[in-house]
């Protein structure tokens, strides 16, 4: 039985392909997020989401593209984090950069971000690291809307 939210991601391949052939290089790695992440959320294979993900963060590198990068390290941290193969202490120094440089330059990706991390400590039963992250969450001071639609979107994947 395939799920409508399985059949979402190859449609994902499908508007990334058409990006690059048009020259829309932003629009075509949007896509890549969308379709690694969607994957996730629909519940591929962890090691077939390793190899997404591992292949769209050498894309974004090989554009230059910081802004989804900075998504895909962190969600390729997860997949990792999730497989077994990632220390979670162990933090590359990029890593390190690219979360600072996302919660300064872009408060909305680092809601987003946070509440990732608190979903992975809840499958990890990392109950007190999730909740000080919660804490965090809600102490970030955005508008209402934000929080709903942060919410929203993994309410619905998750």
């Known amino acids: 039985l395939v799920e409508p939210l399985q ?3 190859e449609y994902y391949v499908q508007a990334q392909a058409v990006a690059m052939t048009a020259g829309d290089t932003h629009a075509a790695l949007l896509n890549s997020l969308f379709y690694v992440t969607i994957s996730f959320w629909a519940g591929a294979k962890l090691s077939v989401c390793k190899e997404r993900y591992a292949q769209a963060r ?5 554009h230059g593209h ?6 895909i390290i962190h969600q390729e941290s997860n997949i990792l984090l999730l497989t077994g193969t990632k220390d ?4 590359s120094a990029m890593e ?3 979360e600072q440089d996302l919660q300064k330059t872009n408060p909305h990706a680092a809601y987003t971000t946070l509440f990732q991390k608190m979903y992975i ?3 990890l039963r990392e ?3 999730m909740k000080a992250l919660a804490e965090f969450f809600f102490e ?3 508008h209402t809307w934000t929080l709903m639609y942060n919410h929203t979107a993994h309410s619905f994947y998750g």
Do not use: C, D, G
């Open 121 to 123: 400590n809840f499958i």
């Open 7 to 9: 059949t979402i991601p």
């Open 66 to 71: 910081l802004t989804w990068l900075a998504h």
């Open 127 to 129: 109950y007190e690291q």
């Open 58 to 62: 050498r894309s974004m590198e090989k």
């Open 88 to 91: 979670v202490t162990n933090k």
């Open 140 to 142: 970030i001071n955005l």
């Open 96 to 98: 390190i950069q690219v």
